[in-house]
């Protein structure tokens, strides 16, 4: 039975690093395109390595367009949505998980059923409402409808529910108020749901294309996947910048989630246990 019983690990094993070779082999095959020239890139067969490093790639990139306007542009717009998020999913999250009100449990089933509704049916009234209020091509038009979601709402509302009532009474006996409460004893306690939550959201909106695409019109106000586009031209892409520039984009995302990898993980697990 131990060399049937070594096979099956070993097998399994096996699996898992084939696994992930595939998930990692796109990233890998970017970065070196990145470094190597556009008439390599454009051989055939093609080739896996570089003959030669073209570092000066990157250089070249940020040359070429005004990442650092991109980049500012970016964090500005995802930590806003991450921050605001953040605020309203946790204050709206305790009111469904603790407050008892009339029609909360048909309003909380409602408010989930927004996130059945494609993104791309409400992008027209929502643009429609901020072209009236004169913010198409600013900041307000690309953080302003990111503020809140019914995603983050139900991911901390499951959470908070794991979070024993007694802690509660007991604050509110020493006359903590509801705010309070939700302040010194909820949040804290809920740090790896809301590094999950602010995980999701900082990735969403720091890759998200269409709708700075679409509320967007001048260079200034560009995002980091807008400014991508520009080593895209009518007859040939610049191949080895648009690697280059995709390298640098992924890095911040890659440096979040190591960084709050261990709340990650812990939030998933904990978060919707109970109903």
């Known amino acids: 039975m131990k060399p049937l019983k070594s096979l099956k690990i070993v097998s399994i094993h096996i699996f898992i690093y084939a696994g992930a070779l595939l998930t990692v082999a796109p990233f890998l095959w970017m970065v070196l395109t990145s470094l190597k020239g556009l008439g390599e890139i454009l051989a055939y067969p093609p080739t896996f390595l570089p003959e030669t490093f073209h570092?000066?790639?990157?250089?070249?990139?940020?040359?070429?367009?005004?990442?650092?306007?991109?980049?500012?542009?970016?964090?500005?717009?995802?930590?806003?949505?991450?921050?605001?998020?953040?605020?309203?999913?946790?204050?709206?999250?305790?009111?469904?998980?603790?407050?008892?009100?009339?029609?909360?449990?048909?309003?909380?089933?409602?408010f989930l059923g927004t996130m059945m509704i494609p993104g791309q049916v409400t992008m027209i009234p929502t643009f429609i409402i901020l072209y009236w209020l004169g913010w198409i091509d600013t900041y307000w038009a690309l953080v302003v409808p990111g503020l809140a979601s019914a995603f983050g709402t139900f991911l901390l509302r499951q959470f908070f529910l794991t979070i024993p009532r007694e802690l509660e009474d007991a604050a509110y006996i020493d006359g903590c108020s509801r705010f309070g409460v939700l302040w010194r004893i909820i949040l804290p306690l809920s740090r790896p749901a809301l590094a999950t939550l602010a995980i999701f959201i900082f990735m969403y909106f720091f890759n998200d294309f269409l709708w700075p695409l679409i509320v967007v019109n001048s260079e200034e106000m560009r995002t980091v996947q807008l400014g991508l586009a520009v080593f895209r031209d009518r007859y040939l892409t610049q191949w080895d910048l648009?690697?280059?520039?995709?390298?640098?984009?992924?890095?911040?995302?890659l440096l979040v989630f190591f960084v709050a990898q261990k709340y990650f993980i812990k939030g998933i697990t904990l978060s919707g246990l109970k109903d």
Do not use: H, K
Request: glycine share 8%; hydrophobic share 55%.
């Open 242 to 253: 648009l690697m280059a520039g995709s390298v640098t984009a992924t890095l911040p995302i």
């Open 55 to 110: 570092f000066g790639n990157y250089v070249e990139a940020f040359r070429t367009a005004s990442f650092g306007r991109y980049y500012l542009n970016t964090f500005i717009v995802a930590v806003s949505c991450t921050l605001g998020q953040l605020m309203t999913c946790s204050m709206a999250a305790f009111a469904f998980a603790r407050l008892r009100f009339w029609g909360r449990d048909a309003l909380f089933l409602l």
